[in-house]
């Protein structure tokens, strides 16, 4: 078996029980049963491909290839390991799979190099658990600062609760932080969760930036009551309110930029019985472009626009920002290696491409420079069961990233942290990851 198609399989064996607390399907939540039944496999592959392997502080496996001289800082390479509910067996684990078969071609040949190579897999990115994505990044990038960590799930388990029964503690969270001289950058391969590639015939392509994300939590109170008695004119009905409010989202989404999207993912409506006028409402409100600006200006509209619906139907509104990512360039000279490697890989001029789905990459940014190679998806479909790959594809993708190392080890000085030959050089581009709640 290639390590491409070992990547694969290894991916479709993570895909069910035990490595899922759903028996039904894949459902892989932060600091669940799955969670930690799957850092163990891992762990086991990451030693077997010459790597030591640890558990840090907020719930992240790291598997640590050293250096040709002691205390190195290290190429980080990575993605995530949880997933959302139903979910496809490639979103995030196919990076890591990745990483692992990178780092055991080069200890199959005994190649090393002045940094160290680490690979890592998130434990949160998704938020499919507690209310705030990227936690465990966050983490390692230092950037809980402003993160109030009192948060529950929706069994009403707290996170200190939830790390504590993983064996590991709230009070300790923030000791997951990378200080910068550990890391040299980041490097994270994923599908791409879109259609473009394969609607090109192209294996593979380069990520230039992830586009920036908004999200709220939106609260309705209306007046529940007895839906034979009370009269449709004298209604305030929260959720006939949310309904007319997600068609006013969907709405100004279409009307925007082609980059500019609007989703309303999950709601809740209560007391949720047929026989009683719904009388509070919460949902979410997803926003995403390729600039601040334009999704800014979108969130604007649809704040203007709820106001109006909630004043015209007389239910109360709050809206609560619940995360504020920017959007996130690349780095130039990484992702001129990228390409490089790309050509290298495929004998092809490669793509580059925005993301509109959100990545680890995003808040790792906010420590070093990063960059990101995109695999081709069937049809574009990701967060679902018929997420699928090609295994040609994953060996194409697993030469461009052994040839993106060899080209980094080339374009680096030394192992401490100091890059910059021509090309390859690199170059610092912290963006603004402030107002995250």
């Known amino acids: 078996m290639g390590a491409g198609a070992r990547a694969v399989a290894r991916c479709d064996e993570l895909g069910s029980a035990p490595y899922s607390?759903?028996?039904?399907?894949?459902?892989?939540?932060?600091?669940?049963?799955?969670?930690?039944?799957?850092?163990?496999?891992?762990?086991?592959?990451?030693?077997?491909?010459g790597m030591t392997a640890r558990i840090d502080a907020a719930g992240n496996i790291i598997g640590r290839y050293e250096a040709l001289v002691p205390d190195a800082s290290a190429l980080m390479i990575g993605s995530h390991v949880d997933s959302v509910r139903?979910?496809?067996?490639?979103?995030?684990?196919?990076?890591?799979?990745l990483?692992?078969?990178?780092?055991?071609?080069f200890?199959?040949?005994?190649?090393?190099?002045?940094?160290?190579?680490?690979?890592?897999?998130?434990?949160?990115?998704?938020?499919?658990?507690?209310?705030?994505?990227?936690?465990?990044?966050?983490?390692?990038?230092?950037s809980l600062a402003e993160q109030p960590l009192d948060l529950t799930d929706r069994d009403g388990i707290g996170l200190d609760t939830a790390l504590h029964d993983f064996g590991l503690d709230l009070e300790h969270l923030r000791k997951a932080a990378r200080p910068r001289e550990d890391v040299l950058a980041y490097v994270e391969s994923h599908i791409e969760q879109g259609p473009v590639l394969e609607a090109e015939d192209r294996a593979l392509g380069v990520v230039s930036a992830i586009a920036a994300q908004l999200r709220f939590r939106a609260a309705l109170k209306g007046v529940a009551g007895h839906a034979g008695t009370m009269a449709m004119h004298l209604r305030h009905d929260a959720l006939a309110a949310a309904a007319e409010m997600v068609l006013a989202i969907e709405r100004i989404g279409n009307a925007g930029t082609e980059d500019l999207v609007a989703t309303v993912g999950h709601m809740t409506v209560r007391p949720g019985v047929p026989n009683v006028v719904p009388g509070d409402v919460i949902f979410s409100i997803d926003i995403r472009a390729g600039t601040n600006t334009v999704r800014d200006q979108a969130a604007d509209t649809v704040r203007a626009a709820l106001t109006d619906i909630a004043h015209r139907r007389q239910v109360t509104l709050s809206v609560?920002?619940?995360?504020?990512?920017?959007?996130?360039?690349?780095?130039?000279?990484?992702?001129?290696?990228?390409?490089q490697a790309v050509q290298t890989a495929t004998g092809t001029v490669p793509r580059t491409l925005v993301s509109g789905a959100g990545h680890d990459a995003m808040v790792m940014a906010g420590l070093v420079p990063v960059s990101m190679l995109f695999l081709r998806c069937r049809a574009g479909i990701s967060h679902h069961p018929d997420e699928a790959v090609m295994k040609d594809d994953v060996e194409a993708g697993l030469r461009a990233m052994t040839d993106f190392i060899e080209r980094f080890a080339t374009s680096t000085v030394d192992g401490a942290g100091a890059v910059g030959k021509a090309d390859g050089q690199l170059t610092e581009q912290k963006p603004d990851l402030t107002g995250h709640v």
Do not use: N
Request: overall charge negative; hydrophobic content about 45%; charged content about 25%.
């Open 99 to 105: 990483g692992i078969e990178a780092v055991a071609w």
């Open 107 to 142: 200890a199959e040949r005994g190649r090393r190099f002045p940094f160290a190579i680490e690979v890592i897999g998130f434990g949160d990115e998704e938020g499919s658990r507690f209310p705030v994505s990227m936690l465990a990044t966050r983490a390692v990038a230092g």
């Open 320 to 339: 609560e920002l619940q995360q504020d990512l920017k959007a996130t360039p690349c780095d130039p000279g990484l992702t001129r290696l990228m390409e």
């Open 21 to 49: 607390d759903d028996p039904a399907g894949l459902f892989r939540p932060y600091l669940g049963p799955g969670h930690k039944a799957t850092l163990e496999r891992i762990s086991a592959w990451m030693v077997a491909a």
């Open 86 to 97: 139903d979910a496809g067996r490639y979103d995030g684990m196919l990076g890591v799979m």
